[in-house]
């Protein structure tokens, strides 16, 4: 499965932002998505991902970030509103085919990552 991520940029703070991850091959909803983000000098942390109808989130992001799926487009997607320049980090998407999980090792697919920046 490839995945490609879109949709960062620069925002200033407050602002928001949509990324998308659209996936070369179908998806199903038993398969989880989900999208991390790396800060420079910063391990990669999970933002948030989603299995059926099911979501979790960093407790930094609950309430200004919603992740979403459309199966029929093979894609997922991160809303991102009232952005803090702490959220400023190359976001990845990522796929694994079971259920969610917190560690990035478990997952089977990544996306090459895009950028967001929150700064005035």
């Known amino acids: 499965v490839q995945l490609q991520a879109s949709g960062g940029g620069r925002v200033e703070p407050g602002g928001s932002l949509r990324l998308s991850c659209a996936a070369s091959e179908s998806i199903s909803s038993f398969n989880t998505m989900g999208w991390y983000r790396q800060a420079p000098g910063k391990v990669r942390e999970l933002v948030a991902s989603?299995?059926?109808?099911?979501?979790n989130y960093a407790d930094s992001v609950k309430g200004r970030l919603t992740i979403s799926r459309d199966n029929d487009k093979n894609a997922v997607y991160l809303q991102m509103n009232s952005l803090k320049p702490e959220d400023t980090a190359v976001y990845y998407c990522?796929?694994?085919?079971?259920?969610?999980?917190?560690?990035?090792?478990?997952?089977?697919?990544w996306g090459r990552g895009t950028q967001v920046t929150v700064s005035s």
């Open positions: 989603i299995t059926g109808g099911g979501t």
């Open positions: 990522a796929f694994r085919y079971y259920s969610a999980s917190y560690f990035p090792y478990e997952y089977d697919y």
